[in-house]
C-alpha cells in the first residue's frame, strides 16, 4: 500500500549543529505535506508544512525542502537545541480528508 | 483557548469492559478524527468526522464506535475491549489541512 516513510529512525546531533530528518512518500497525488513534533507523553505538534507546488518554505529555524522527482521531503532544523530532542514525523495528504502518517526519527541532541 | 482536550489520560481496562474516550475543541473546527499510535507504527485513522452530524470509517474502525455529538465534541466508544486495542489514542481536530492533536490517552486491555 501507499505510505509515508523515514529513513532514519535515529539521528544524534550535537547542540549547535544542524539537523536534516528526511521522509520519502509514494503517493503521487499528495499535494500538502506536514512535519510534526512529538514529545515524550504528548501530542504531535504542528511544525510546518508545504504544499506541492512550492520547493522550500522556511519557519523558524526550520526549513521543509520538498523535491516531487524523486517524492522526497525533508526538514532541517538550524542550531539544534536540547528542547528540539523528540521524535519527528512526516504526513501527506492525496487530496482526502484522510492524512498518512510516517513512523518518525527520533533525534536526539547531544549537549 | 484550550485547544484540544482528551480525558481520561490513562485508563486500564479488562477485555470485555466497555469505556468512552471523550475529545473536544475550542477552536470551531469543522473536522475532528480520531487515531490510534502504536509503537513502530504511523498514526492510523480509526474514524473522522467533516462536520456535525456526520461520520466516516477510517483505516482501522473495527472494534469502535464514534459520536459527533456537536461541532465541539467527538467521542470514541470501545464496546468491547481487546487486548490489540491496547494504544495511545488521540484526538485531532483541523480547518483548512492544518491538524491541532490533543495530549493523547493511553489505554491498556488486560
Known amino acids: 500500500g501507499e505510505s509515508v516513510g523515514l529513513h532514519l529512525p535515529t539521528l544524534s546531533v550535537q547542540e549547535g549543529d544542524n539537523s536534516i530528518i528526511n521522509c520519502a512518500y509514494s503517493n503521487s497525488a499528495s499535494d500538502y505535506f506536514i512535519w510534526y513534533k512529538q514529545e515524550s507523553g504528548k501530542g504531535p505538534q504542528f511544525i510546518i508544512d508545504i504544499r506541492s507546488n512550492m520547493d522550500k518554505r522556511q519557519g523558524q529555524r526550520v526549513t521543509v525542502l520538498l523535491n516531487k522527482t524523486v517524492k522526497h521531503l525533508s526538514l532541517q532544523i538550524a542550531a539544534t537545541q536540547p528542547g528540539d530532542s523528540a521524535v519527528y514525523f512526516c504526513a501527506e495528504n492525496p487530496r482526502t480528508y484522510k492524512y498518512i502518517f510516517g513512523t518518525g526519527t527520533r533525534l536526539k541532541v547531544l549537549a | 483557548n484550550a485547544g484540544v482536550t482528551q480525558t481520561p489520560k490513562f485508563q486500564v481496562l479488562k477485555t470485555g469492559q466497555s469505556m468512552t474516550l471523550q475529545c473536544a475543541q475550542d477552536m470551531n473546527h469543522n473536522s475532528m478524527y480520531w487515531y490510534r499510535q502504536d509503537p513502530g507504527m504511523g498514526l492510523r485513522l480509526i474514524y473522522y468526522?467533516?462536520?456535525?452530524?456526520?461520520?466516516d470509517k477510517g483505516e482501522v474502525p473495527n472494534g469502535y464506535n464514534v459520536s459527533r455529538l456537536n461541532k465541539r465534541e467527538f467521542s470514541l466508544r470501545l464496546e468491547s475491549a481487546a487486548p490489540s486495542q491496547t494504544s495511545v489514542y488521540f484526538c485531532?481536530?483541523?480547518?483548512?489541512?492544518?491538524?491541532?492533536f490533543g495530549p493523547g490517552t493511553r489505554l491498556t486491555v488486560t
Open positions: 468526522s467533516a462536520s456535525e452530524g456526520t461520520t
Open positions: 485531532a481536530s483541523s480547518e483548512n489541512n492544518e491538524q491541532y
